[in-house]
């Protein structure tokens, strides 16, 4: 099957007064239609940028270059108003505070009419009622009243699936969803999750979730990509990266994740290196108790070893040295 | 840019600089404000020339050019006896303007030192406090804000010029001191506004809710920990005040309502009301050069208060 | 939204009152209208007198002071208005006239500079930290520090008197609204002579809304809904104006109203020095002579137009942001 979203050698680079940020390296990854993909890492770490980039959405001071394609339509290097012909159509996104994603002047309803009719050729009334029913595909108790609310009559939770509802009023093939449940309370991240992945199901949309909380992935991802300065540091399934990680960034995440049968958390030590002037070779090694001297050299390439593909040069003798 | 990817941006650029102070980084921000920079030596080296009219003028207040028995010494055009030229009876303008400008001078520093005083003290005890006397001190602005400004002013003045133990205190309202203490009583109002609000949102963070569990009085948390804080914003308005006062002085001088200073003595306003017969005579150095001086002054305030804005409050900086 | 502007309107009357009170006392106190009487009136009878304090309520005592404000409000409302010392006129046709020169004035002027400077700040905001943002910037800091004196000062002596001497005419007549002795209406005449008074105030409604705006239009800019309007893929112009401009829109309508409430009294020194027969004239010959007959309607004038504007101006403000649509 051809994949929805196929990204290779993705590279964004700032330009600030201080210098030159290189805030993606050279990332590629595929999306399968109707796959839940999560991408995790730190903060900082790029995961944002890579997908804003994807959608146009950077300011003029960032410089793009490599290839994304989303269902046929490639989305970088072309003209701006071919990106802004398909964004919102076959590729949309929500963000992470629901609270100040919304127009606080303008209607639920007519906000996500606004999202319909900039893509389909549809009345007014057709769209509102196409609004009003997705607000009941997302959960939203009376929708036809809510549709005629402000964005401040509505809850963090609500307002979030008032996000969802907008991006996909036009069925789109992929749905970017950056750290949509961060700034939520636990109780309705759940419900999020939830909706979110009832909309794939039903709309068979593929979803990239991105996230720094490994937890949620596990719930409700199927493959996962971990990066770590601006690169791919491991990918696979999901299953496969929580039970064997083989990239020592990976590892750190996972135990600086809460769990029941440890006691305390071991956060990793040190901070993401500057992207400004980031080091050679394996940007993880001044943080990675494994590193040796052939790390500064040691390229960006994936492998595959074991289950899952990872850029760490040292991962199949660790493998062996651990079993 | 949004402020949480500047903040991330600073991160990963290493400029969050926990290792430089509030003070200093604001300092840094200043000196990349060219025009401010370039104001406060122009501004400097004006007073210093003024402060120095000792030496730097050529004539004395009420000295005539020469004597008109050597010739018509009125209104005459600039020449190299009267850099600027002379006023209707003979005196040399450009002297008058350096002793304008000092009493001026005097007159905007002295309104916008009270004003800043009374008004941070009122602020930060109302932003404290809160309840009635914050709710008298906001209502009382604003009406006065509300109000066309010179009237006020005007009513103000003359209400104040018939309170029999005001005048005993800070004099007749032609008196400079009078003066200045009718600026300090609107010019602390600004003042109060901008120390509230920023007592208002540091009352917020949570240092000085720590202060107040550790049992500190207010006194103490407002000279610990809000006066520093507020250092900023009182910097901009001492230096709006001192140009406020200027500007009012002249305006209320142009209407006839401005100072006496005494025998022969003069101001930026008085010459600049002075000016007003002279435009339509067409005598335009006697407009032209006090109002240079004047416009020297409130320029290099409004870019140095430009520069203090950004340098404090970078995030509503932007365009130089 | 009805509710809540009647709610709001009830406080009008109280407020003016209030104001009005305040503005008696102080009013009273400072100009000593039993003396500017006397000053003006010499000789004048002492029955004269005691008419003048009876017409305008000028008891002494704190007592007095509330009955005198009470009876003059009472005459005020009943229309029946004391006539000014000075010639002993009646008060409302030249109050009128200068209320009416005033308003022509000031809306042109804030017209000006709300369409100019709105525009220049907008300018500016969509190429923060570019060559035309810091012109506009710089140049409102300069228009904000250039008193209206100065530029009319400075206007007057270049083209009127120096226009004169250089070209044998004045470009623009530097006083009035008509030349003296003027008879009838003449908009050519009225427009050449509103033109440099225009141009002062205008300066400095150009240099306020152009800062105000450009700020106002940066934060919305920076803000959040702003990417996600942009993801839905609509026009980039309907970005700027269907989300950017409305919002930033807010604070400007508000400032403008007020304004507008606050021209009739705020034109006090570009007035002066043109000799436009308006209001700011009117009140600085009236403060002059102390004349208090004609100074108390002049300030209810200047009073209700800043307090009905204040409403107007919650009024907007809530009705272009449902955040604060107050039951
Ligand atoms: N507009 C920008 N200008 C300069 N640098 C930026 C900008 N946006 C993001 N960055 C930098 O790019 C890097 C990646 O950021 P981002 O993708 O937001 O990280 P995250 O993985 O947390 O989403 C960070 O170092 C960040 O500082
Ligand atoms: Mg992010």
Same mark, same amino acid.
């Given at each position: 099957m051809d994949p929805v979203l196929s990204i290779k050698d993705l590279r964004v680079s700032f330009r600030t007064p201080a210098g030159t940020v290189q805030a993606v390296r050279g990332v590629s990854l595929d999306v399968q239609p109707g796959e839940l993909v999560g991408i995790v890492g730190e903060s900082g770490s790029g995961k944002s940028v890579s997908f804003l980039s994807i959608m146009g959405l950077l300011p003029d001071t960032a410089t793009v270059t490599g290839s994304a394609v989303v269902a046929g339509t490639e989305m970088i290097g072309v003209r701006a108003d071919q990106v802004r012909s398909q964004r919102g159509k076959k590729i949309a996104m929500i963000f992470q505070d629901p609270l100040s994603a919304l127009n606080p002047v303008h209607r639920i309803g007519a906000q996500i009419v606004e999202m319909i009719q900039a893509h389909q050729d549809v009345s007014r009334e057709a769209a509102h009622s196409r609004a009003v029913e997705l607000l009941d595909l997302v959960g939203l108790p009376q929708p036809d009243v809510r549709a005629k609310q402000y964005p401040h009559e509505f809850s963090g939770g609500m307002r979030q699936r008032v996000m969802i509802a907008m991006a996909i009023a036009n069925d789109p093939d992929v749905l970017i969803a950056d750290e949509? @449940? @961060?700034?939520?309370?636990v109780t309705v991240q759940a419900q999020i999750l939830e909706v979110i992945e009832n909309v794939r199901q039903q709309l068979r949309t593929a979803v990239v979730f991105i996230t720094h909380d490994l937890g949620v992935v596990a719930r409700i991802a199927d493959r996962v990509e971990v990066m770590y300065a601006g690169n791919t540091a491991e990918r696979g399934l999901v299953n496969d990266i929580f039970a064997a990680p083989n990239h020592p960034y990976t590892r750190g995440l996972l135990s600086s994740l809460p769990s029941a049968n440890r006691e305390r958390l071991k956060p990793i030590i040190g901070a993401p290196p500057n992207m400004i002037s980031p080091p050679s070779g394996c940007a993880f090694r001044a943080r990675c108790e494994h590193a040796t001297d052939a790390c500064a050299s040691a390229g960006t390439a994936l492998v595959r070893v074991g289950a899952t593909e990872t850029s760490c040069i040292r991962a199949s003798e660790l493998q062996g040295s651990r079993q | 840019m949004a402020e949480s990817e500047l903040s991330s941006l600073d991160a990963s650029v290493g400029l969050t600089a926990e290792s430089l102070s509030p003070g200093r980084l604001a300092y840094r921000r200043f000196l990349t404000h060219k025009a401010a920079v370039v104001s406060v030596f122009v501004l400097a080296l004006l007073v210093l020339w003024v402060l120095l009219s000792p030496w730097t003028a050529r004539y004395g207040v009420n000295e005539q050019v020469f004597d008109i028995s050597k010739g018509p010494n009125q209104n005459? =055009? =600039? #020449?190299?006896? #009267?850099w600027f030229g002379t006023d209707i009876?003979?005196?040399d303008v450009y002297s008058r303007v350096l002793y304008g400008v000092r009493v001026s001078l005097i007159i905007g520093l002295a309104s916008a030192v009270f004003s800043l005083a009374l008004g941070s003290l009122i602020g930060a005890v109302a932003g404290l406090k809160g309840g009635l006397f914050d709710d008298i001190v906001m209502r009382v602005t604003d009406v006065f804000l509300a109000f066309p400004f010179l009237v006020a002013l005007l009513v103000v003045r003359n209400m104040f010029g018939a309170v029999g133990w005001i005048t005993v205190i800070v004099g007749q309202p032609s008196s400079i001191r009078f003066m200045v203490f009718l600026f300090a009583v609107f010019g602390w109002m600004g003042v109060a506004r901008v120390l509230r609000a920023q007592v208002l949102s540091l009352k917020e963070r949570e240092f000085i809710e720590a202060a107040r569990a550790l049992g500190a009085s207010n006194a103490r948390i407002i000279i610990r920990h809000l006066l520093p804080n507020s250092i900023g914003p009182m910097l901009v308005s001492l230096s709006l005040g001192v140009v406020g006062a200027i500007v009012s002085e002249a305006t209320l001088s142009l209407f006839g309502y401005g100072p006496d200073p005494g025998t022969g003595a003069t101001s930026l306003g008085l010459l600049v009301a002075g000016s007003k017969s002279a435009v339509r005579a067409g005598y335009w150095w006697l407009a032209l050069y006090p109002f240079a001086a004047l416009l020297v002054i409130t320029l290099c305030v409004s870019f140095i208060g430009d520069g203090l804005r950004d340098a404090f409050d970078p995030k509503h900086g932007g365009g130089r | 939204m009805l509710r809540y502007a009647l709610r709001r309107a009830v406080w009008l009357l109280p407020t003016l009152i209030l104001v009005t009170f305040l503005v008696y006392v102080a009013l009273r106190l400072g100009t000593d209208p039993l003396a500017s009487y006397r000053r003006t009136n010499i000789r004048v009878s002492k029955k004269k007198v005691d008419e003048y304090i009876a017409a305008n309520g000028l008891y002494s005592g704190a007592f007095g002071y509330v009955r005198g404000y009470f009876q003059w409000l009472w005459g005020f409302i009943t229309l029946d208005w004391p006539r000014s010392i000075k010639g002993s006129r009646e008060v409302w046709p030249h109050l009128k006239d200068a209320l009416a020169n005033s308003i022509r004035l000031g809306l042109v002027a804030s017209m000006v500079g709300i369409l100019v400077g709105n525009a220049f700040g907008v300018l500016a905001a969509l190429r923060p930290g570019r060559l035309r943002d810091t012109l506009v910037n710089s140049g409102a800091l300069v228009g904000l520090a250039v008193p209206p004196f100065v530029s009319a000062l400075l206007l007057q002596l270049l083209f009127a008197v120096y226009w004169q001497k250089w070209f044998g005419y004045a470009l623009f007549p530097v006083s009035g609204v008509y030349p003296p002795g003027h008879q009838g209406f003449d908009l050519f005449l009225m427009i050449k002579h509103m033109a440099l008074p225009v141009v002062v105030v205008a300066i400095q409604s150009i240099a306020v809304y152009s800062r105000y705006m450009r700020a106002s239009l940066l934060d919305v800019l920076n803000s959040e809904y702003m990417r996600t309007a942009r993801s839905k893929g609509i026009s980039e112009r309907r970005v700027l104006v269907h989300h950017a401009l409305r919002n930033a829109l807010i604070p400007v309508t508000t400032l403008a109203f007020l304004d507008v409430g606050a021209v009739v009294g705020g034109l006090i020194i570009t007035e002066g020095l043109f000799e436009y027969p308006g209001m700011g004239r009117f009140f600085l010959v009236a403060y002059g002579n102390g004349d208090f007959p004609e100074l108390m309607p002049w300030m209810v004038v200047i009073i209700g137009s800043v307090v009905t504007f204040n409403l107007l101006a919650d009024i907007a403000y809530a009705k272009l942001d449902p955040r604060i649509r107050l039951g």
């Amino acid at each position: 099957m051809d994949p929805v979203l196929s990204i290779k050698d993705l590279r964004v680079s700032f330009r600030t007064p201080a210098g030159t940020v290189q805030a993606v390296r050279g990332v590629s990854l595929d999306v399968q239609p109707g796959e839940l993909v999560g991408i995790v890492g730190e903060s900082g770490s790029g995961k944002s940028v890579s997908f804003l980039s994807i959608m146009g959405l950077l300011p003029d001071t960032a410089t793009v270059t490599g290839s994304a394609v989303v269902a046929g339509t490639e989305m970088i290097g072309v003209r701006a108003d071919q990106v802004r012909s398909q964004r919102g159509k076959k590729i949309a996104m929500i963000f992470q505070d629901p609270l100040s994603a919304l127009n606080p002047v303008h209607r639920i309803g007519a906000q996500i009419v606004e999202m319909i009719q900039a893509h389909q050729d549809v009345s007014r009334e057709a769209a509102h009622s196409r609004a009003v029913e997705l607000l009941d595909l997302v959960g939203l108790p009376q929708p036809d009243v809510r549709a005629k609310q402000y964005p401040h009559e509505f809850s963090g939770g609500m307002r979030q699936r008032v996000m969802i509802a907008m991006a996909i009023a036009n069925d789109p093939d992929v749905l970017i969803a950056d750290e949509p @449940t @961060t700034a939520l309370d636990v109780t309705v991240q759940a419900q999020i999750l939830e909706v979110i992945e009832n909309v794939r199901q039903q709309l068979r949309t593929a979803v990239v979730f991105i996230t720094h909380d490994l937890g949620v992935v596990a719930r409700i991802a199927d493959r996962v990509e971990v990066m770590y300065a601006g690169n791919t540091a491991e990918r696979g399934l999901v299953n496969d990266i929580f039970a064997a990680p083989n990239h020592p960034y990976t590892r750190g995440l996972l135990s600086s994740l809460p769990s029941a049968n440890r006691e305390r958390l071991k956060p990793i030590i040190g901070a993401p290196p500057n992207m400004i002037s980031p080091p050679s070779g394996c940007a993880f090694r001044a943080r990675c108790e494994h590193a040796t001297d052939a790390c500064a050299s040691a390229g960006t390439a994936l492998v595959r070893v074991g289950a899952t593909e990872t850029s760490c040069i040292r991962a199949s003798e660790l493998q062996g040295s651990r079993q | 840019m949004a402020e949480s990817e500047l903040s991330s941006l600073d991160a990963s650029v290493g400029l969050t600089a926990e290792s430089l102070s509030p003070g200093r980084l604001a300092y840094r921000r200043f000196l990349t404000h060219k025009a401010a920079v370039v104001s406060v030596f122009v501004l400097a080296l004006l007073v210093l020339w003024v402060l120095l009219s000792p030496w730097t003028a050529r004539y004395g207040v009420n000295e005539q050019v020469f004597d008109i028995s050597k010739g018509p010494n009125q209104n005459l =055009p =600039p #020449a190299d006896f #009267a850099w600027f030229g002379t006023d209707i009876i003979g005196r040399d303008v450009y002297s008058r303007v350096l002793y304008g400008v000092r009493v001026s001078l005097i007159i905007g520093l002295a309104s916008a030192v009270f004003s800043l005083a009374l008004g941070s003290l009122i602020g930060a005890v109302a932003g404290l406090k809160g309840g009635l006397f914050d709710d008298i001190v906001m209502r009382v602005t604003d009406v006065f804000l509300a109000f066309p400004f010179l009237v006020a002013l005007l009513v103000v003045r003359n209400m104040f010029g018939a309170v029999g133990w005001i005048t005993v205190i800070v004099g007749q309202p032609s008196s400079i001191r009078f003066m200045v203490f009718l600026f300090a009583v609107f010019g602390w109002m600004g003042v109060a506004r901008v120390l509230r609000a920023q007592v208002l949102s540091l009352k917020e963070r949570e240092f000085i809710e720590a202060a107040r569990a550790l049992g500190a009085s207010n006194a103490r948390i407002i000279i610990r920990h809000l006066l520093p804080n507020s250092i900023g914003p009182m910097l901009v308005s001492l230096s709006l005040g001192v140009v406020g006062a200027i500007v009012s002085e002249a305006t209320l001088s142009l209407f006839g309502y401005g100072p006496d200073p005494g025998t022969g003595a003069t101001s930026l306003g008085l010459l600049v009301a002075g000016s007003k017969s002279a435009v339509r005579a067409g005598y335009w150095w006697l407009a032209l050069y006090p109002f240079a001086a004047l416009l020297v002054i409130t320029l290099c305030v409004s870019f140095i208060g430009d520069g203090l804005r950004d340098a404090f409050d970078p995030k509503h900086g932007g365009g130089r | 939204m009805l509710r809540y502007a009647l709610r709001r309107a009830v406080w009008l009357l109280p407020t003016l009152i209030l104001v009005t009170f305040l503005v008696y006392v102080a009013l009273r106190l400072g100009t000593d209208p039993l003396a500017s009487y006397r000053r003006t009136n010499i000789r004048v009878s002492k029955k004269k007198v005691d008419e003048y304090i009876a017409a305008n309520g000028l008891y002494s005592g704190a007592f007095g002071y509330v009955r005198g404000y009470f009876q003059w409000l009472w005459g005020f409302i009943t229309l029946d208005w004391p006539r000014s010392i000075k010639g002993s006129r009646e008060v409302w046709p030249h109050l009128k006239d200068a209320l009416a020169n005033s308003i022509r004035l000031g809306l042109v002027a804030s017209m000006v500079g709300i369409l100019v400077g709105n525009a220049f700040g907008v300018l500016a905001a969509l190429r923060p930290g570019r060559l035309r943002d810091t012109l506009v910037n710089s140049g409102a800091l300069v228009g904000l520090a250039v008193p209206p004196f100065v530029s009319a000062l400075l206007l007057q002596l270049l083209f009127a008197v120096y226009w004169q001497k250089w070209f044998g005419y004045a470009l623009f007549p530097v006083s009035g609204v008509y030349p003296p002795g003027h008879q009838g209406f003449d908009l050519f005449l009225m427009i050449k002579h509103m033109a440099l008074p225009v141009v002062v105030v205008a300066i400095q409604s150009i240099a306020v809304y152009s800062r105000y705006m450009r700020a106002s239009l940066l934060d919305v800019l920076n803000s959040e809904y702003m990417r996600t309007a942009r993801s839905k893929g609509i026009s980039e112009r309907r970005v700027l104006v269907h989300h950017a401009l409305r919002n930033a829109l807010i604070p400007v309508t508000t400032l403008a109203f007020l304004d507008v409430g606050a021209v009739v009294g705020g034109l006090i020194i570009t007035e002066g020095l043109f000799e436009y027969p308006g209001m700011g004239r009117f009140f600085l010959v009236a403060y002059g002579n102390g004349d208090f007959p004609e100074l108390m309607p002049w300030m209810v004038v200047i009073i209700g137009s800043v307090v009905t504007f204040n409403l107007l101006a919650d009024i907007a403000y809530a009705k272009l942001d449902p955040r604060i649509r107050l039951g």
